[in-house]
């Protein structure tokens, strides 16, 4: 059964910091590209950050170009989002994307940034 369960979403104060997760299981997550995608309500879903199956990352957002950094850690089947110097418009249910012999999201997790 494949599962991405993203984490470590919350509240947090303007220029504040969180470091979201994904643990993905019941696939090779080490041979899938691997993405997180912000949407806030009323908008589309917008492509934040993507990174290679090597590690090798290949897009930012620009909006977030300098403040977040996308990682993973094969060993642990985990992608990660470092998020810093958070601005409210920032705030958006963050979720998610495997992308490989077949596509998978996560439910995503909320993070909201207000003072």
């Known amino acids: 059964q494949v599962q991405l369960v993203e984490s470590g979403g919350g509240l947090v104060q303007p220029g504040g910091s969180l470091r979201l997760a994904c643990a993905a299981s019941?696939?090779?997550?080490?041979?899938?590209?691997m993405s997180w995608y912000r949407q806030a309500p009323g908008s589309e879903r917008e492509l934040v950050a993507t990174?290679?199956?090597?590690?090798?990352?290949?897009y930012y957002a620009g909006s977030v170009k300098g403040r977040f950094t996308i990682s993973r850690d094969n060993a642990k089947n985990t992608l990660y989002l470092q998020m810093n110097s958070l601005k409210p418009e920032d705030t958006a249910v963050y979720l998610c994307?495997?992308?490989?012999?077949?596509?998978?999201w996560g439910q995503g997790t909320q993070v909201t940034v207000s003072s």
């Open positions: 994307k495997a992308v490989g012999e077949n596509y998978y």
């Open positions: 019941g696939f090779t997550f080490s041979t899938y590209i």
């Open positions: 990174i290679r199956s090597t590690g090798t990352v290949t």
